[in-house]
């Protein structure tokens, strides 16, 4: 209703007119109603919902919006132009020639900048709405974040990219089959270890190239896992390549393979080359059954241990020597069959062993038998004592002929001691007779000396001052030599200086002895006291006693 003032009749009249509304009411009820609904809507939508104006500018941004671009208030995004949060302008060009050419784009990945700078990965679609004219009116945008799903598709990529590495990079095989037993997948081992195109192994029969020995273990293997179990360790020969005669050896673990509505659909696996590693295997059988020949063979105890001292083998000889099986003596401590002494000081010998990783020696006795044991040290890859070697030779009768030597040899240096003193006391008595022996030669020779230089000398002297003729002075002359040569033969010390007497000294030197003064001498044989002085000064002279105070007498009787 509306209400006028007008003159009516000279007067101020009011006049209204009434017009029913109540379509109009209605229809504004329910627009209301239909716009709290929107509103509602829109404000509790978990998708993000921007509207821009036929300028691009942001209008209208519901919660949603706000909490993925980080802002706190609409007023915080209004007013802002959209086309500026793109974060790659190229993407923006592209979406926009989309949009303005075909009014709308849907589904579209982009990446936005969040008020803090970081980008926010988002799918979202978008609506142009025009006027009849043509004129942009406004731009309707949904969208959600994918921020998180795209880290995570990110993960799933690096992961998958990983695992494919490793798949295709690993030396063992790695495949499924479906149930008829074709090849679904297998990794690029299967063409460096069969030697044969990967597109050839795909194509063909899983079991085609099993050894026909192995093959019905393979199938019941095979069986066994379709029925929902799982196999390990299953080993068996497969041809290398299909023209040649040439088996490798696998071990391989197998798990049933489930489509997504856990149906099993084939079998998938990891298989291992061991062919390097059965023949290893079969040279260590070769090996173990040529040393344990050799350790039967030898009549020393052998036995093998780990560090602990736990018996891991022995040979029947250390069986033999404890009374026991070898079957009882494994897993036994070996330090426990030998008295607690020996036991410690085997123990002791053992640490060394491990410490110096070099063999040590040891001697010790037991039950009455002598033992030479030598301990080994055997290593691992990384260089330290993994297990001990002990080989122990019975040595009783070594030690039982040594100590026989020892008491041969004591009774023998017994025998030469006595025999030696004995030969003491005969060299004793010889040397006196020796001694006695030579004072008697001395003796002789001494009187030889002085009779001839006494009794004949002094006579030759007086027979050289007679007349005689040339004949006779010449043979006296002869005499006088030989007697002199022989004499000085036997002559030293004293009777040696005698010799260089002149018969008148040698005279002298006599009388002199006898105990007769100078002249007493003088008087015997009619010369001067003079002469004989000047006689006793020439042997003083020749026998060294010049200017010493030595009597001539005890000199000539004693030699000194």
Do not use: C
């Not at 040529?290 to 001292?309: F, M, W």
């Not at 020597?321 to 010998?349: C, D, H, W």
């Amino acid at each position: 209703m509306s209400v006028s003032s007008i003159s009516y009749e000279g007067k101020i009249a009011r006049q209204g007119i009434v017009r029913d509304i109540t379509q109009q009411k209605l229809f504004e009820k329910a627009l209301i109603k239909s716009e709290k609904k929107y509103r509602r809507i829109f404000e509790n939508m978990k998708e993000g919902m921007i509207v821009t104006d036929h300028e691009g500018r942001i209008d209208t941004v519901n919660p949603a919006a706000l909490e993925i671009f980080g802002y706190n208030s609409p007023e915080d995004m209004i007013g802002k132009y959209a086309a500026d949060g793109y974060a790659d302008p190229g993407q923006r060009k592209v979406v926009f020639r989309n949009l303005f050419e075909r009014g709308y784009v849907k589904d579209v990945e982009m990446s936005f900048k969040k008020s803090d700078g970081t980008l926010a990965d988002i799918i979202g679609s978008a609506t142009l709405h025009r006027d009849k004219a043509g004129n942009i009116l406004r731009t309707e945008v949904i969208f959600s974040d994918i921020t998180e799903r795209k880290k995570i598709e990110d993960k799933l990529k690096r992961s998958e990219y990983k695992y494919r590495t490793l798949v295709e990079s690993i030396n063992d095989l790695i495949f499924s089959v479906d149930l008829e037993g074709r090849f679904m997948f297998i990794n690029n081992a299967f063409e460096k270890i069969f030697d044969y195109p990967l597109d050839v192994m795909k194509k063909a029969y899983g079991f085609a190239y099993v050894h026909p020995d192995d093959l019905e273990l393979v199938k019941e293997k095979y069986r066994t896992v379709l029925e929902g179990g799982s196999v390990e360790n299953v080993e068996f020969r497969q041809k290398r390549e299909p023209t040649r005669e040439s088996y490798i050896h696998l071990s391989v673990n197998a798990t049933p393979l489930y489509d997504e509505q856990n149906n099993i659909i084939g079998v998938t696996g990891i298989g291992r080359d061991i062919t390097e590693l059965q023949r290893v295997k079969q040279d260590l059988k070769e090996i173990k059954s040529i040393s344990g020949a050799y350790l039967e063979a030898t009549t020393d105890l052998a036995v093998l241990i780990d560090t602990n001292g736990t018996i891991l083998d022995a040979n029947q000889e250390f069986g033999k020597r404890f009374s026991q099986g070898i079957k009882n003596l494994k897993g036994k401590n070996v330090y426990t069959l030998f008295p607690e002494e020996i036991a410690g000081k085997r123990k002791k010998m053992g640490k060394k062993v491990i410490e110096s990783r070099k063999p040590l020696r040891i001697q010790d006795q037991r039950d009455g038998k002598w033992n030479d044991a030598t301990i080994y040290p055997l290593l691992d890859e990384t260089g330290n004592v993994s297990h001990m070697a002990i080989f122990t030779h019975d040595i009783t009768e070594l030690k039982e002929n040594e100590k026989k030597l020892r008491d041969s040899e004591k009774e023998l240096e017994r025998k030469i001691l006595k025999r030696t003193a004995e030969l003491e006391e005969v060299n004793t008595a010889l040397r006196v007779l020796i001694k006695n022996r030579d004072a008697d030669v001395k003796e002789m020779e001494g009187r030889i000396i002085f009779n001839i230089n006494e009794l004949i000398m002094p006579s030759l002297e007086r027979l050289k001052n007679d007349n005689l003729n040339e004949r006779q002075k010449t043979l006296i002359g002869i005499m006088e030599d030989n007697l002199v040569n022989i004499t000085s033969q036997f002559a030293q010390g004293k009777e040696a200086a005698y010799l260089k007497f002149t018969p008148a000294e040698m005279m002298v030197a006599n009388l002199v002895k006898q105990g007769k003064t100078n002249k007493e001498i003088a008087e015997l044989y009619h010369l001067s006291t003079r002469t004989i002085e000047s006689h006793r000064d020439s042997i003083r002279k020749k026998i060294g006693l010049k200017n010493r105070k030595v009597n001539l007498r005890s000199y000539l009787m004693t030699g000194n």
